[in-house]
């Protein structure tokens, strides 16, 4: 098991205790591996009191793909559980459920999801296989809490070169070979970001938009002009009750501009 932190000592600690806590009957052994990014406020030391293996990345180095890159090259399982350091397991059987995903020989990877992507809640587990790639390219596998076979790591690693979205890249690739992933909402986690502040949505927005402009080009979600922005804002209701609310929203907002401003700049970084 993978996780990575910066500066999350207390969701670390949260996080690492209900990992600890998981039902292991019938599983290997669980190796522990966080990769931290320069952390000051004690994450360290929180990971290894929890007996975790610690591997460094300075924050001028990182990128997320090269991150979890750096983990994976010193685990020793089959399977790699992929978590974020504020994602939380809802109970004592996640684990054991993420590998049991994996008894199908096909699955390349495996996550937790609510919602499909016309944002209608997703009720039954769901092969995002070369089909849905092709339809849905920017759905599909994530690392926030997910995993995936270390044979296929090994063919072919994580990009290391895009600011974000290395998961959703790396799962359409495997499914367009014909390796699918498998969405279950029965594997989620406690991981949202919707209250985050504005200047954070922000960020992950145009960190996101612009690595999904990296590898689908033109085919890359989200607004691309400020036209087609207000469009957006103005047309797509997405997980919302109303038009309303969702145009009242400020994160919305901030979601959109953010999206906006990470394809404009991956345009001039091309």
Request: glycine content about 8%.
């Amino acid at each position: 098991m993978v996780v990575r932190v910066r500066d999350e000592a207390v969701s670390l600690g949260r996080c690492l205790a209900l990992i600890r806590a998981q039902a292991v009957d019938g599983l290997p052994p669980v190796q522990l591996i966080v990769v931290d990014n320069d952390s000051q406020d004690g994450s360290v030391e929180v990971a290894r009191e929890h007996g975790a293996l610690v591997v460094p990345i300075s924050a001028s180095e990182f990128s997320f793909g090269r991150a979890l890159n750096r983990g994976v090259a010193v685990a020793t399982g089959e399977i790699v559980v992929a978590l974020s350091a504020h994602a939380f397991p809802q109970d004592g059987e996640w684990l054991g459920g993420i590998v049991e995903a994996f008894s199908d020989p096909a699955i390349a990877c495996a996550c937790g999801e609510r919602f499909t992507p016309d944002g209608s809640l997703l009720t039954d587990s769901f092969l995002y296989a070369a089909t849905a790639a092709a339809r849905w390219p920017a759905w599909g596998y994530s690392n926030a809490a997910g995993a995936f076979r270390a044979e296929l790591w090994r063919a072919r690693q994580f990009r290391e070169d895009l600011p974000a979205c290395e998961d959703r890249e790396w799962g359409r690739y495997w499914a367009l070979q014909g390796r699918p992933t498998l969405l279950d909402p029965a594997l989620r986690v406690g991981h949202d970001h919707t209250h985050d502040p504005v200047r954070k949505i922000y960020r992950r927005a145009r960190r996101e938009s612009a690595g999904f402009a990296v590898f689908l080009g033109a085919d890359a979600p989200g607004p691309a002009t400020m036209r087609e922005l207000i469009g957006a804002w103005w047309s797509d209701t997405r997980f919302y009750r109303n038009r309303w609310r969702a145009r009242a929203s400020h994160r919305r907002a901030a979601q959109l501009l953010g999206t906006l401003a990470g394809r404009i700049s991956a345009a001039r970084a091309s």
